[in-house]
């Protein structure tokens, strides 16, 4: 069973798209993240949400919206996609706790042409 | 906000030595430190985390990291490479009392571990 699933692995698109990323947990976990990895692989984040709540919202354009349907799942959705916006997308999730470990799903690799 | 510093962003050892990774951060508060290993196109793993109280920590793999507060280092080692090891690592701390899960990553380090 996978703890932390994205879909899809891979987009490719072009310009100007919208497109949508998928993320479960079943872990029970109340609080899931997204995080993008650009190409240099740094990591930084961009979203969280604790049961279905906002909590952190960084210096994201607002063409990145998230949404959380229910606590096992982090939907993000991507308005006019631009070239910038390639990278490799993660999802994590983790228990109610800052010490917490947080747990990654394998990444969904974006390619905006 | 927090600033994490890994020392050498590529690291290449021979199989059966010692390995060390370097990780500083910069907050006067000692935070949350956490040591992450992201194999090729996978997420990331944990491998080892310090809260409280012991400042050496052990890990998964064989891994360890000592937390030293006058170094505000959490450097990573492990006594001998193993081919497996060959991935990216990540430092990556988090402020006591900050919102819920705030990490703040290292720009990674990849280790190569030569036969």
């Known amino acids: 069973d996978t703890a932390v699933s994205q879909t899809p692995k891979y987009l490719v698109t072009q310009m100007g798209n919208d497109k949508s990323i998928k993320c479960e947990q079943n872990l029970g976990h109340d609080t899931m993240y997204w995080y993008k990895q650009d190409s240099k692989k740094f990591l930084k984040i961009m979203f969280s949400y604790n049961n279905k709540e906002l909590i952190i919202n960084e210096t994201v354009p607002n063409r990145f919206s998230p949404k959380s349907p229910d606590k096992a799942h982090l939907n993000l959705h991507i308005n006019s996609l631009e070239l910038g916006d390639s990278a490799v997308y993660f999802c994590?999730?983790?228990?109610?706790?800052?010490?917490?470990?947080?747990?990654f799903g394998p990444g969904t690799r974006l390619t905006v042409l | 906000a927090q600033s994490v510093t890994q020392l050498g962003s590529h690291v290449s050892v021979s199989e059966g030595a010692l390995v060390l990774l370097r990780c500083n951060y910069s907050?006067?508060?000692?935070?949350?430190l956490f040591w992450y290993v992201q194999y090729p196109n996978q997420g990331l793993q944990l491998l080892l985390k310090y809260t409280t109280g012991a400042t050496l920590v052990k890990g998964i793999n064989g891994f360890e990291a000592e937390f030293k507060k006058s170094e505000t280092s959490f450097h990573l080692t492990k006594p001998s490479a193993h081919m497996s090891d060959a991935a990216e690592y990540f430092c990556a701390v988090a402020d006591r009392g900050s919102p819920l899960g705030r990490l703040y990553f290292g720009r990674g380090t990849q280790l190569t571990v030569w036969p």
């Open positions: 994590a999730s983790s228990q109610n706790r800052d010490t917490d470990t947080q747990y």
């Open positions: 907050s006067s508060v000692p935070p949350y």
